[in-house]
């Protein structure tokens, strides 16, 4: 049985196309390192917030490409001890967010471990819904045609 998630897409601003890509085929078969969380801030902004603990802000890259927003990290090799035990996962990881058309990432920055991912939708003046002025139809036309005729 499918369901219709159409009423959530259109509420959903800025993520329209991140239900589909997340759906949950993808879940059991992606990785969930590094684990993450999106949350709507304002009508226009989000925020991802993705869990880096022992990864400093020089061994993340955060780059977007067609609408594509690519995390990638890998610990640097600095193993002047050894390790008795490891909790902390410190693996190489890529996560990819598919972003809505006229999103923009604002700002990124490292927070108590956790890297904060600041979005924002900016649509176009020519895109945005304007009110078109309707002129009263039986006075213009006539004074046109008179214009017209003279």
Avoid: C
């Avoid at 990290?73 to 002047?80: L, N, T």
């Avoid at 900016?122 to 304007?130: D, L, S, V």
Wanted: proline share 5%.
């Amino acid at each position: 049985m499918r369901y219709d998630w159409s009423p959530l897409r259109r509420s959903t601003i800025g993520f329209d196309r991140l239900f589909d890509a997340l759906n949950e085929v993808q879940r059991a078969a992606e990785d969930s390192y590094p684990p993450y969380n999106i949350r709507r801030i304002g009508e226009d902004r989000f925020q991802i917030s993705v869990a880096l603990a022992g990864f400093a802000p020089d061994e993340v890259v955060l780059t977007v490409e067609h609408n594509v927003l690519t995390l990638e990290g890998k610990k640097a090799d600095k193993e002047d001890s050894t390790l008795v035990y490891q909790g902390i996962a410190t693996r190489p990881f890529k996560r990819q967010f598919t972003l809505a058309d006229h999103v923009e990432v604002k700002k990124a920055h490292f927070e108590n471990g956790m890297l904060v991912i600041e979005l924002q939708r900016e649509i176009p003046e020519a895109m945005k819904p304007r009110k078109i002025e309707i002129a009263n139809g039986a006075s213009k036309p006539a004074q046109q045609i008179a214009a017209n005729a003279a």
